[in-house]
């Protein structure tokens, strides 16, 4: 709702009140609308400000509303008008946020103050949206088509300052935002506001308008990756410089609706609560964010500082937590050292650019030690070694001894069993796992392993280190690669089983390029280097010295296997790093890959060595069979208990594995494919390669199907249920 009150003897204050945020639901919208008129039939009124309650002005429209039934109705736009059309001045207080429908709100006021400490944006697009309430139209009319253009396309936040640079806002403030509202519409009293009213301007004009359009459009589609939201957002802006703001809010409106019923706006939205659902975190034995308390992290440590270990360390920094990075000798220390510097150096200097700064050059808040009697007094440790069962265990067991007994330990592990490696502790109940993504400091994933004796205290501290670090935590359950990588191993495998069948890397590449996907698989594949999957292959015995003498080249415990990345190993070919893997590079190190003939011809030769018939293998079948598999291997993860639903394993590939964002993940993919679809393919594809298990559908999957393919939101209630059709 919003509540009526006078501020000051002339002026009347319309407070938007829906808490947490304000959002701008149905009801609040008629409450705003209801003010309004109020405070214009009352001729003791004066003056109006609008502001919101406990020191928010608005996130914008209700997100659910979207999906609503009632959406017909959303009529912001009008409301807006009204504002704008007042006799009587309006002014907007803004303090905390005002976003989307929020910040359109104060575009048809007619004037804007803000707090320093404010953000403003319209974030529609995030969302899969545009400022549909006449938003792209008044916004370039106020601050000129480049700053409109990058603040719409972007949905980024813009803090007070630069609002009022750009002449976003009139004014901002230290002190009582309202009040300085209240003061300034009181002033305003009779003078007259029609060069105020954002719809009559006209749009600055740019001397080179077209040039600029065409290149700005250039621009916004190669950051779109093929979503649609951006693109439609520079047409509705391209609308103000062409036509009258009546016509032009007509644009906006057929533009909106084009998003709002399409299937991105739909991802784009379930990904956004997604999110914030994986916060409220549950363990299949009761344990739930609910009832479980963070313990403060006052000093941490990291071990390692190779590649995860520097990631980490810049993390915890610019979380303003007191961190000490250890090595094993001090060669590796100073060369580890040397790179944390440089990260923080950089990242220094982009948080400048905002305004803020990075404080690392002080000892008490970034130490580098070769002295594990250094991490006495730290409350928690990160493990960043390689992935060796030993290594970490000995690492873990003198942590035990060394480590004060309320200190946590975290091991940053892609795959290893939690269990073991707690076993050599004191305190497995303070052992965790957290799985960071490479670069630790750029990714925002962080998948948070519990371990059979892990604490409800330990995992609520991991997740609101998480936070801290401003990451996305995930709280997953203990089995091998967890869930990303878990559900990565068949979708990887199909990728290399379809090279031996007949494709070649670039065109499984360009079908999951095309999907949305960031990176295709080989191409991930040389970026991470080819040698970590072969060192983790040897260790399982499935490549190497350790391989049974007479075990079939393309056979592994019975099952099919294919030793093509083994042998482009065995031939130094680990991607970027050597300059050749499943691409050519211009160099070692080089990072355009490029076509190689050497790979088409050993394909073929590998191909007739082993006798396989070569077929053309269509883009539906590519798509089908790397994605099919890593999904059904997502429900065998819901059905053992490992996540605890469907948006744990979303929001971890949209975060982690570069999936499209506006394809909602993969699961809220399957939703949409519908379920009996991707059971019938996996059905076939299955009965085609018997001797791939990971392409026999899950039973879940099955047992979904067979209870009538319930919507998404329902599917975990399903688990226990009994199905009389399987
Ligand atoms: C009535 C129809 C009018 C039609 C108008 C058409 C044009 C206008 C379109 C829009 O305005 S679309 C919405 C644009 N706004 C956004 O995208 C903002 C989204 N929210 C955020 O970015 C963040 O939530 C925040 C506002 C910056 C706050 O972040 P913080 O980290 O502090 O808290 P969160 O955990 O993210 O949120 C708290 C709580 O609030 C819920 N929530 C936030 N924003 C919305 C929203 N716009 N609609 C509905 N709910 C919202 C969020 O889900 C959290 O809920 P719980 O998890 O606690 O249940």
């Known amino acids: 709702m919003a509540q009526y009150a006078r501020g000051a003897a002339a002026v009347a204050v319309i407070r938007l009140r829906n808490p947490p945020v304000n959002a701008l639901s149905l009801t609040v919208l008629q409450a705003l609308e209801d ?7 009352d001729p003791s009124v004066k003056a109006v400000t609008i502001c919101g309650e406990n020191g928010k002005f608005s996130a914008g429209a209700d997100i659910r509303v979207f999906s609503s039934p009632k959406k017909q109705g959303l009529g912001l736009g009008p409301i807006i008008s009204l504002i704008e059309r007042s006799e009587k001045p309006v002014v907007a207080a803004i303090e905390g946020i005002a976003l989307g429908g929020g910040l359109e709100v104060a575009l048809g006021c007619h004037y804007r103050i803000a707090h320093v400490q404010a953000r403003m944006g319209l974030p529609e697009v995030t969302i899969g949206l545009l400022p549909g309430a006449e938003g792209t139209q008044r916004l370039p009319r106020l601050i000129g088509i480049p700053a409109a253009l990058d603040i719409i396309t972007t949905g980024r936040h813009v803090p007070a300052t630069e609002a009022l640079k750009l002449g976003l806002v009139d004014e901002v403030v230290e002190e009582n935002t309202v009040e300085a509202a209240i003061r300034l519409a009181t002033k305003l009293i009779g003078q007259p506001l029609g060069h105020r009213r954002l719809s009559l301007r006209p749009v600055p004009r740019l001397p080179n308008m077209e040039a600029f359009l065409s290149d700005a459009l250039m621009k916004v589609k190669k950051r779109a990756q093929g979503c649609l939201a951006p693109e439609l957002c520079f047409q509705a802006i391209k609308a103000a410089t062409e036509l009258p703001f009546a016509d032009g809010v007509r ?53 390692g500082l190779g590649t995860m270990g520097r990631g980490i360390v810049t993390s915890l920094v610019k979380a303003k937590i007191p961190v000490v990075g250890l090595e094993q000798d001090l060669e590796y220390l100073n060369t580890g050292r040397k790179a944390v510097m440089l990260l923080l150096e950089r990242e220094a200097m982009k948080m400048e650019q905002g305004a803020q700064t990075l404080d690392f050059h002080n000892p008490a808040r970034l130490q580098f030690t070769v002295d594990f009697d250094v991490l006495r007094d730290v409350d928690l440790v990160i493990e960043a070694v390689f992935e060796n069962m030993a290594l970490k265990k000995e690492i873990f067991n003198k942590l035990s001894r060394i480590c004060k007994p309320e200190a946590f330990l975290c091991t940053n592990t892609s795959a290893l069993n939690i269990d073991e490696i707690a076993s050599v502790t004191n305190r497995p109940q303070q052992v ?78 360009r079908v999951l390029e095309d999907f949305g996907f960031k990176i295709g698989p ?63 590079y211009e160099k070692a190190g080089g990072r355009i890959s490029k076509p190689d003939p050497w790979i088409h011809s050993f394909l073929s030769e590998y191909r007739d060595t082993h006798q396989i018939k070569t077929r053309f293998i269509d883009q539906e079948e590519i ?55 991707i059971l019938a393919k996996l059905q076939k594809y299955s009965e085609m390669h018997p001797d791939v298990p990971q392409l026999r559908p899950s039973a879940f999957l099955k047992k979904l199907v067979a209870m009538g393919n319930p919507p998404l939101n329902d599917w975990m209630s399903y688990l226990h249920r009994q199905s009389n059709k399987l």
């Open 432 to 509: 965790i796992g957290t799985h960071f993504f490479s670069p630790a400091h750029v990714m925002r994933l962080l998948e948070i392993i519990y371990g059979r004796h892990t604490s409800p205290t330990t995992i609520a501290t991991a997740m609101q280190l998480a936070k801290v670090m401003k990451k996305v935590g995930v709280v997953v359950g203990n089995c091998f690669g967890f869930v990303g990588n878990r559900m990565m191993f068949p979708y990887t495998q199909q990728a290399v089983f379809l090279l031996e069948e007949g494709s070649r890397p670039e065109d499984v590449d």
């Open 522 to 584: 080989f191409r991930m594949s040389d970026l991470a280097g080819l040698d970590v999957g072969w060192r983790s292959r040897k260790d399982q015995g499935l490549t190497g010295p350790s391989l049974a003498p007479g075990t079939p080249a393309r056979q592994r415990r019975g099952y099919r296997y294919s030793p093509l990345p083994d042998l482009l190993c065995e031939k130094g070919r680990f991607g970027q790093k050597t300059g050749k893997g499943w691409y050519q």
């Open 35 to 41: 003010g309004l008129k109020r405070a214009d039939a």
């Open 251 to 303: 644009k906006e409106r057929e533009l909106f609706n084009i998003l709002l019923t399409s299937g991105q706006a739909k991802a784009l939205q379930y990904a956004f609560f997604a999110e914030r659902a994986v916060e409220k975190w549950t363990t299949p034995n009761g344990a739930s964010w609910k009832s479980a308390s963070p313990q403060p992290i006052r000093k941490a440590a990291v071990i």
């Open 623 to 677: 798509l089908e069979r790397c994605l099919f598999a890593l999904i059904s291997e997502g429900f065998d993860i819901l059905a053992e208990g490992i996540a605890s639903g469907p948006e744990h394993l979303d929001v971890i590939y949209i975060n982690g594995y570069g999936w499209p964002k506006h394809r909602g993940g993969p699961m809220f993919y399957a939703s949409t494919v519908g379920l009996p679809n």
